[in-house]
C-alpha cells in the first residue's frame, strides 16, 4: 500500500489500520490485521525508484512542504513491529 | 425605433465585496443527526449516552475563541495568542453578536426551520413553540410574518404519535428533551426522507439568517438581482435529484423580490466558484447586485465525535455555519475583485499539488506581475486543527500555507530556511467550522475586508480546493482562486 | 522493496499527494495499482 497522507499523524493512522486492525476500533478493520506493507509515496525506499523527473513533476512541491522525514519514520517503526 | 441605452449603469465596472456576513446555529440537539454519529449511533445504540455528554452548552460554544474570530469579534491573528486547548480557553467578554453576524442558540434555530417550512413538514411541540416566540420576537431580525409562520406548535402527543411510523426524524434539545419532528415528504422518494428534508431545512434557515445580516447590514434588499447559492446541499425529488435553486428559496425569506437565482455546484470549492461568477455578472452589466449565499452542511454535524471522544473533549462540530456575500458595481470603497487574478484548475492540469496550485497561485501571480511574497495573505482550508487533529485528519491549513510557501521555495523567491516564516507572516491559524463550501477560504473574506477599509492590508488571494472524487464520478482535483485588493477609490473602468 | 511488477493500493489525500499523482509514479516504474483512492477528511 502506497499512500499519499499529508503527515505523520494521519500516515500513522492509515498504516496501523491495514497492518494491526483499525486503532479507533470503528470501522470494518477493527481487530483485523492484514498485515499489508505500507509505505508513503515520498519515502526514500519508494521515491527513488522512480524516475526523476516525473517524481518533481508530482511529487517535488510536496516534498518541500512535508515533514517526510517524520512520516519515514513513523512508516519505518510500524514496518519492523509487524 | 432601436435605441442603444448609454447610461453609466452600462458601462463596465469592477466588481467589489461590498459586505460579508456570517451566521453560525448552535445545534447540539442536531448533531446526532450528522452523517457519522448517524451511522454509529445506530450500530451501537448506548454510545448516545456518551456523545450527549460531549455536547457544549451554548455559552460554551460562544466563547469557544474560534467561534468569536468566525463573527469577526476576534481577528485570526488573535488565536495564535490563546494557549491550546481553545476549548478550555474561553473568551470571557465573547457575545452572540459579532461585526459579521452572530451564533443563534438552537430553540431559535429550530424556530427559525419551521419558519422555513412551507409543507407542514416539521413539527414543534406546542410549549417549545410559545418560548420560542418570546425570544424570536426580541431579535432584530424576525418580523410579524415570520412568528405567523412559526405558528402555535402540536400537542408532544401528536408528535410521539408521528415517530410511531417510523420514518419520522425526532427533533431532540441538548439535554435529550423531544421538541419536535420532522415528516418524510412522500413515502415512496427516497430523495425526500426526513434526512435530507431536515437537511434542507437547516440549510434554507442558516443561508437565510447569514443574507438577513448581510441585507441589514448594507441595505435595500430588493436591489439585489441575483442570488448565487454554493451550498452542498441537494434540493429536489426522485425525477430532479439535486434540483436545486436553494438561492432563490433562501431569498425569498429575505425580502429580495426582485431577485433571481441559481446554484453552483462544484464540492468544497462551490462558494468560491459563485463568486467568481457573481463578479463576472457584475463586471458585464449582466446584473449590478449579486448576492452569494451558502447554508450550512449540516452532515458534516459532528463528523470527527470519535476522536473528540476517544480525547474526552467535547464535541466541536456542533455548529451549522452559513455565509452571505454581496457583490456590486465600484463603490470607490470597497475592495475589488481583480478581474485579471482569477486562477482556475483545468481538465488537463493534472491533480499533482504543483498543477494545481500553478494553475490557482502560481499563474495568476505571473500575470498581474506579483511575487507570491507580496500577497498580503493567502486564504485557503480554513478548517479549525482543533476539530481535525483528533481525528488524525492533521493540521489542514498548516499543510496548505506549507504547500503555497514551498511553490516560492520552488521559483526560487524565498530560502527553504525562511518557509516557516512563510507560513507565519502570509497565512493564519485555521478557525472554521469544518463544513467544505464554508471553510474553503471564504471565512477570511470578512476580515480581509474589515483590514483593506482600514488601509491596513493591500491583498488577500483567495483559494478554494474541491474534491470531486467524492462524487465517484471523476478523479479530477478542483479549484478556483482569486485576488481581493483594496479600493483605491478611482470610480469605473475595468 | 523493489515496486516493479507489485501490485498496489494507493491511498492518496486531498491535502497531502493525491492519488492519480501517485498513480502515475507507480505506472512509471512497473508497478501495477489495483485500487486507487483520493481521500478527503474535512
Known sequence: ?82 | MYIVSSSAHHQPTKPVVQGVSYFLAHVPGLTCHGSKPSREIKKDPPLRESFRSHLRTFEEAVAYPPNQVFIGNLDPDDLAHVPSPWYKHPVRDGSRWGLFGEIMPEDEFYGMMKICDEFQLLLLEEGFVRAVAVKLRQHPLFSDADLLRLGNGVSLADIERQLADGATLPMYDRGGRLVGCVRTGHEEDPNLTAEILMENLSVRASGALALRHQVAATGRAEAVDFLLGGGEEAVGDRYNRGGGNMAKAIGELCGCSGAGGADIKAFCSGTVHAIVVAAGLVASGIFSDVVVVAGGSFAKLGMKFQGHLRHDMPILEDVIAAIAVRVGRDDGKSPVIRLDSIGKHEIGSGSSQQAIFDKLIAQPLDRLGLKFTQIDKYATEMHNPEITEPQGSGNVPRTNYRIIGSFAVLRGEIQRADLDRFVEEHGMLGFSSTQGHIASAVPVLGHAIRKMLSGERNNTMFVAKGSLFLGRMTQLADGMSFLLERNKGTQGGV | ?42
Open chain 3, 1 to 42: 522493496m523493489l515496486l516493479k511488477s507489485k501490485k498496489v493500493i494507493i491511498i492518496g489525500e486531498r491535502d497531502g499527494v493525491q492519488g492519480p499523482a501517485i498513480e502515475a509514479c507507480m505506472r512509471s516504474v512497473g508497478a501495477e495499482p489495483v485500487i486507487t483512492q483520493t481521500q478527503c477528511f474535512v
Open chain 1, 1 to 82: 500500500m502506497v499512500l499519499g497522507a499529508p503527515d505523520a499523524d494521519s500516515a500513522e493512522l492509515y498504516a496501523e489500520t491495514v497492518t494491526e486492525g483499525d486503532p479507533s476500533w470503528a470501522g470494518a478493520l477493527a481487530g483485523v490485521s492484514l498485515g499489508l506493507p505500507v509505505f508513503h509515496i515520498m519515502e526514500p525506499v519508494i521515491k527513488d525508484q522512480i524516475d526523476p523527473a516525473l517524481a518533481v513533476e508530482h511529487l517535488g512541491l510536496m516534498e518541500i512542504a512535508l515533514d517526510v522525514e517524520k512520516i519515514s519514520g513513523v512508516l519505518e517503526r510500524l514496518r519492523k513491529s509487524c
